[in-house]
């Protein structure tokens, strides 16, 4: 069977290599890719936001399965489009429908379905530039810090925590007034700030039956021990040390299954990852946010720990058998490392040459992000670029060899974080 995966980043190229390993997988295409997906399948250059060029190339390709990275393709309908076809309909599309994809499309539609199925999360209200007194009424009365979250898609970047009222007010005028992110920001969710850690627990569902896969710890910042500001993700750990059964059966009771259920009753027809963003607060989860797909960085940690074949679990998923799969994971810990660009995420220079990479030992994984080959050469194209990811009996094993890849990979101006996990540490005493 030939596959197509939407998307361009590490996460793309981890699912190509993960699928490429199944014996039911003909061909992987990759469209867009990088630099690094050819080497587990054929990059394809087609404009993925093009759902006419999409289909034109799933039908010259015989393509049976269709596996989505990024939200915005979900968000704008890829699966819809597909299924309303006649003669696309019979291809496999590993992402939900567009209403369920507002899961993560909208914080506001999001918080409502948390607050409707009783799903635990911290309290929020939210305004519009037309209800900025009132939003300024409401910061006066709340306690800080404080969180402001643009409404819509923001690439992981739309999230402001403001120590105090004057912080928070100019944070609410950047984002509705000056629209810092966009159309993402004419709605802004304001909310309570849960102490805590958080913990990335990732389900593969059909909106009834759920497989539960490899949590995972992700670094936001980018700066060392979580300071600076917001990336798309610095790096990440997986088993996460404090997420043991207690924990995890309170995630499944308090928010898996109300979640399914609320699928079920609002008809939200949802195929495919449900990623849930939670924070562990003295012991029990309350939930962040949700994903409608893998994360990145968790996708280059928890996809070498599953040691089932994908495809064959999304074959489960499509049969709608996942209630009798039975997914083997590998029980050691993987540590990922995050390599981004100077200056990200903010300005960058994209072009410089990337080299070190054939010095990384062969049980380390090197996933492409921000990579392009110019005239022979490999060159960084983006923020995040590169991310290497090491498996070992410890934590601090792993990040040990994890950190000495990133080391050996070098270009102009390139930065990584040598803390990643610093704060689980005191959790495996």
């Known amino acids: 069977m030939n596959v197509l995966i939407i998307g361009s980043g590490a996460r793309e190229h981890a699912i190509a290599w993960k699928l490429s390993q199944s014996e039911y997988c003909d061909k992987v295409f990759v469209a867009p890719g990088n630099a690094g997906t050819a080497q587990y399948g054929t990059t394809a250059a087609v404009d993925i ?28 309908g890829i699966h819809d489009y597909f299924q309303g076809s006649e003669y696309l309909k ?15 499309g909208s914080k506001d539609f999001c918080k409502a379905f948390f607050q409707r199925y009783n799903i635990p999360t911290a309290a929020y209200q939210t305004f519009t530039e037309d209800t900025f007194a009132q939003a300024t009424a409401y910061l006066r009365e709340g306690s800080f810090p404080i969180v402001l979250k643009a409404d819509g898609l923001a690439q992981g970047k739309g999230v402001i925590i403001a120590q105090n009222y004057d912080e928070a007010v100019d944070a ?10 966009g159309n993402a920001s004419s709605k802004v969710v304001i909310e309570e700030y849960m102490e805590g850690i958080e913990v990335s627990v990732f389900i593969l569902t059909d909106g009834k039956e759920y497989v539960l896969l490899p949590e995972a710890k992700d670094y936001k910042r980018i700066g060392e021990g979580d300071t600076g500001l917001n990336t ?13 059964d207690v924990f995890m059966q309170k995630v499944k009771e308090r928010v898996i299954e109300p979640t399914l259920r609320g699928m079920q009753e609002d008809q939200l027809d ?5 990623f849930i963003g939670l924070m562990n607060v003295n012991g029990d989860p309350f939930v962040i946010e949700y994903n409608v797909r893998l994360g990145d960085p968790e996708t280059e940690a928890i996809l070498p720990r599953i040691k089932s074949d994908l495809f064959e679990l999304f074959r489960a998923l499509h049969d709608h058998k996942l209630g009798e799969f039975k997914l083997e994971i590998d ?25 070190g990479i054939e010095n990384v030992p062969s049980d380390v994984l090197v996933f492409h992000a921000g990579t392009k080959l110019v005239n022979g050469k490999l060159v960084n194209n983006g923020g995040r670029v590169i991310t290497v990811t090491a498996l070992a009996d410890t934590m ?24 990643i996990g610093f704060d689980l540490r005191s959790t495996l005493a």
Do not use: C
């Open 49 to 76: 936001h093009n759902f006419d060029e999409l289909a034109k190339f799933a039908t010259d390709f015989n393509i049976m399965m269709i596996v989505v990275g990024p939200e915005n393709s979900l968000v704008e």
């Open 172 to 181: 609410l005028e950047d984002m509705l007034r000056n629209k810092r992110f």
């Open 396 to 419: 601090e094993e792993a990040l040990e060899k994890a950190n000495a890849a990133a080391a050996a990979i070098k270009w102009q101006d390139r930065y990584y974080r040598h803390d």
């Open 232 to 244: 798309g993700g610095m790096g990440a750990i997986s088993p996460v040390p404090f997420v043991d």
């Open 270 to 274: 949802f195929s495919g990852f449900l």
């Open 90 to 104: 019979h291809i496999l599309v590993i992402g939900p429908k567009k209403a369920g994809a507002m899961l993560e």
């Open 331 to 355: 029980p050691r810990t993987a540590a990922t490392v995050f390599l981004v660009s100077g200056g990200y995420p903010e300005g960058f220079e994209k072009g410089k040459e990337i080299t």
